[in-house]
């Protein structure tokens, strides 16, 4: 190698020109770009919401001040509070409550607790994962009309498969068959079957996507501890999903409470919207709809659905304060 | 960069452009029906419940109007009812023609603002033709006419001849009326089948519940709209009371599945037959052809049921709407109704007619359901109606049912009857 060497040729490489500023409207318009096109993307969302979910709630509140019958036009004012108060004292109300809510626990605690276990057996090498996960989720993509009006008469007196099944296992008469409809806690419970025959599936595959993140090496750990599956489940599994628990039991506590195509379609006469003769698994929302359009006393049922969105609100909070405190509290 | 916001813009209102079309098109385009199309062609579109026999009507109204097509449209009884009452308040979307029953006419003619004054139309020439009380019942009070009307009730009882057969009861029509005069007699004979076939005899406690109402002189309500329980309404629970409490009861709630499946199935012998049921066993159970036969009703006439043709204002064709209901409702198309479905209709001058009265109806083994019918409905005095009459009869129904579930015991059962209708009265 020799020391004298001629300088590489330097080659006519271009300056590089300092960045040209663009012209002015451009320069306007990128920053436009990237600050407030996004915005401008998730509006849609927002304009339908404010069209179709915020006016209706802002006016629903307004009609629950004010007399609105449907039958007598002539009764059409301010009300106050009016509404609000009746509600109160409305032996119905409270009813509708009860039976929200019972039906409510019947179907979140059991739906959610087997969705549980069986994201726990579909996260397990099983042959045909595919078929049996697609399984899971086809009651939820049934109609819930559908599938509701073949319960109805699954759980039909006369003819019903319920209480042929409960008669197999020396649980029922046929000559004295058990009217589901005419007691509450067997309305409760075939409805509850409904809700939750349609949901747990699907809990479930929210479930198994959550289990599918967490490392194997940590059960792998556990077992080496001694840990048992069953033991696994609990001290793992469900602290390490627990945001999905938490997003289940939210949804699950909002839809159990706004209850109405079940308990609907359960009905001998679906257009009554009573609940059974004695109101027996009338729901809340069941009770506006009747309120609103059987009744035709719009105002008393907007009141109800305002106080309907308040319960929501305390125990949709109430749920997920408490589930959050089952994992730890660390959120 | 400036090309996708650009995009982006462009995307942004196609999809708020769409989005509203979609929710503004909806309303008008689906549910309304009743645009004038550029060739003159007309959409009638015709809401009601059950089968009114219009099928053929239908087509020989458009076969001789090719201009007007007309949409029929059947639906739940209760749904239909409640339809109109949305789409009146919503002030669009209502059908041309919708049917209104005896249980809604109240309500809907205390909206007559809603609806055409008929009267407008022309339609006074007929109010002699109709049975008076029928004219009244549609009337509003400030002398607007909503509705022409279509059919009534009347009131007798269909039997099972071949089951009466298997307990040893008469068949023949005349010697079953003979065997109940009162409804405690009815009782007594529902006792002999169901101990002689150990089967129930009636459908339910509401189906008798109801009938017997209907012969009372006065229903739920006074004219003043105060409930009155004590008077009918208390007569009736006590005749439903009595049959459940004999064992009479299939307990099957009208109009549902199961009191459809109950028809196949022999669950019942007897049903109440107001003239437009006839249609519905003939739908339900068609296989029964001439095992049905039509007596007399215990405790003599009474009206249940019934309907009349209203023209919503807010229709764009009510001149057509009005045409075609004025078709409707003359003698040749109000006999051809009647020889189909069985509704018997509201102008007395037809129950004279031989068309009605020679009339044989195959299905009931060939009873003359024209004289049946006829011979009720000429001596009905119509009940008043009150505006919550519907609510109030649903409460009063619903404790019926309950006292057949084995809820609630008969003694106890008449307080909590008067405890719901009041509720219901105050809804």
Redesign the interface.
Known sequence: MSLTRNAPPVLDIPEPRPPATPPKH?LW??R???KR?PY??I??FF??FAV?GLFPIIFNGVVALRNWR????DLNGWAGFANFERLVHDE?FWNALGNTFGIFILSTVPQLLIALMVANLLNRKLRGTTFWRVGVLLPYVTPVAASTLVFA?FF????GMANWLLSLVGFNDMNNPL?W???KWSSWIAIATMVNWKWIGYNALLYLSAMQSIPKDVYEAAAVDGAGPWRQLWRITVPMIQPVLVFTVVLSSIGGLQLFNEPMLFE?????A?GG??SQWQTIAQLIYK?G?????LGYAAAMSWALFLIILIVAGINAFLTNRLGGGRR | MTRFGRRGWALVAAGLAGALTISGCSGQSLEGGNDKAADGQITLKVNFWGDMGLDKLKAAYEKDHPNVKIVLNSGEYNAQHEDLQKKLVAGSGAPDISAVDEGFIVQFRGQSDKFVNLLDKGAGSYESKYLPWKWQQSMSKDGQQIGLGTDVGGLAMCYRTDLFKAAGLPTDRTEVSKLWTTWDDFINVGKQYVSKTKKKFVDSGTNMFNPVLAQQPQGFYNEQEQLQMDGGPKVAFDVSMNAIKAGLSANLASFQPNWDQGFKKDQFAVLACPAWMLGHIQDTAPEQKGKWDIATIPGGGGNWGGSWWTIPKQGKNVDEAYKFVEWMIQPQQQIEVFKTVGNLPSQPALYKDPAVLDYKKEFMSNAPTGQIFASTAENLKPQYLGKKNGPTRVAVENVITRVQQGSLSPDKAWPEAVKQAEKAAGS
């Open positions: 451009k318009f990128y436009f770009d990237t096109t401008v993307f509006s849609p304009l339908l179709f449907l039958d007598d036009p119905d008469v039909s007196r006369d003819n009217d409809r005419a007691y001998e006469n679906p257009a009554a009573t003769s004695d309120v359009w059987k009744d035709l006393d």
